[in-house]
C-alpha cells in the first residue's frame, strides 16, 4: 500500500480549466486509487485466508480456459447444467486470472474466487464476460485441482463483490458482508484495518501540499 501511495503521489495530471491545480490533482489521485483499490482488496483477503490452518491459498495468474469450454457455454441453455459439467484441464483457448484460489482441507473442496470492489454497476456486454469466464473456469477448476495432487469432492467459482453492488446473482456473487460465514473464518476486519490505513494514507496524500 505504501507504494501505492508513493505511485499515486508521483503521477502526473492534466489541469482541467474550471476546476483548478488543487481539485484536479485530487479528483486524479482518486480516480487512480479507485482502480488500484481492488487488488488491495484481494491481497488483504488473500493474506488473512493464509492464516487459517485448515486452508491452502494460492493465486493462480494463467488459469487455462479450453476451446470445449468455450463450445459448452455457447451452446448449453441451462446455466445449471453448466455448472454440473466437469471438462479437462489444459487446453488453452485462453488464459485468465483467478485471484484467489482456495482448498479447504477439512471440506475437501476448491474454490476460486475474483474480487471486485462491488460499488459500482457493470454494463450488460462486461457482465456478460464476467458470467462466461467464471462459468468456464468451474466446467475446468476440478479438472485442475487434481492436476495439482488435490482431490476435491466439491469445487465452486465465485465474485466477491466487496461493497455489495452484485452484477452477477448469488451463489456466484458473494457480498463482503457474508465473507465471514462463507469462509467461517473471520476476515473482514483484517480486510477493514487494511481499508482504514489506506484512507488515511490517501487522505494524507490529497491534503498534501503539491
Request: overall charge neutral.
Amino acid at each position: 500500500m505504501d507504494d501505492t501511495i508513493d505511485r499515486l503521489g508521483a503521477a502526473r495530471f492534466r489541469e482541467d480549466p474550471i476546476a483548478g491545480r488543487k481539485y484536479s490533482r485530487a479528483t486524479s489521485i482518486i480516480s487512480s486509487a479507485y482502480k488500484r483499490h481492488g487488488a488491495i482488496l484481494q491481497r488483504a483477503l488473500l493474506e488473512r485466508l493464509k492464516d487459517c490452518a485448515r486452508l491452502r491459498v494460492w493465486t493462480e495468474d494463467d488459469f487455462k480456459l479450453s476451446h470445449d469450454s468455450l463450445r459448452q457455454v455457447r451452446i448449453a441453455e441451462r446455466l445449471d447444467y453448466l455448472l454440473q459439467t466437469q471438462l479437462p484441464y489444459g487446453d488453452r483457448e485462453r488464459s485468465v486470472r483467478v485471484d484467489i484460489l482456495v482448498f479447504d482441507e477439512a471440506r475437501c473442496s476448491l474454490n476460486a474466487y475474483n474480487v471486485k470492489r462491488g460499488n459500482g454497476s457493470y454494463d450488460g456486454g462486461k457482465r456478460r464476460i464476467i458470467h462466461e469466464e467464471l462459468v468456464r473456469t468451474q466446467m475446468l477448476l476440478s479438472d485442475y485441482g487434481r492436476g495439482l495432487g488435490l482431490v476435491p469432492e466439491t469445487n465452486q467459482t465465485h465474485i466477491i463483490f466487496y461493497y455489495g453492488l452484485l452484477s452477477l446473482p448469488p451463489p456466484l456473487a458473494i457480498s463482503g458482508d457474508d465473507l465471514d460465514e462463507h469462509f467461517q473464518f473471520p476476515v473482514r476486519e483484517a480486510i477493514e484495518f487494511v481499508n482504514a490505513y489506506f484512507v488515511a494514507r490517501l487522505s494524507a496524500l490529497i491534503e498534501q501540499e503539491d
